[in-house]
């Protein structure tokens, strides 16, 4: 029903920037929050920026400061601005969206593949 995909992941030294995007389609009129997960290495994969519809945000609290989500409903699409990157924050970064489908009265997670962010000196 929706379909995301990311781009913008790389290699970048400590300290460095970095821009995450992620572009939905199909049923875009029906998503209401977007976000970006991350799973590092040995971790399981957590949440580390949402926005809902109305552009409210939520950050995990050690990118609090670096990171910056934002969204396009013109253009359906999202993007994380990262920077002052740190090593930690190496892992696949995937995007996310809660599609509302109102003939279930229910909402359910569509994932991205992921694009793989890589913070080495």
């Known amino acids: 029903q929706v379909q995301l995909v990311e781009s913008g992941g790389g290699v970048v030294q400590p300290g460095g920037s970095l821009k995450l995007s992620c572009a939905a389609s199909?049923?875009?009129?029906?998503?209401?929050?977007m976000g970006w997960y991350r799973q590092s290495p040995g971790k399981e994969r957590e949440a580390v920026a949402i926005?809902?519809?109305?552009?409210?945000?939520n950050y995990k609290r050690s990118v609090m400061g670096r990171f910056t989500i934002s969204r396009d409903d013109v253009k359906n699409t999202i993007s994380l601005q990262m920077n002052n990157l740190k090593l930690e924050d190496t892992g696949v970064y995937f995007c996310?969206?809660?599609?509302?489908?109102?003939?279930?009265?229910?909402?359910?997670?569509?994932w991205g593949k992921g694009t793989l962010v890589t913070v080495s000196s």
């Open positions: 996310y969206a809660v599609v509302w489908e109102v003939v279930h009265g229910t909402g359910v997670n569509s």
């Open positions: 199909g049923a875009t009129e029906q998503i209401s929050s």
């Open positions: 926005i809902t519809q109305g552009g409210r945000t």
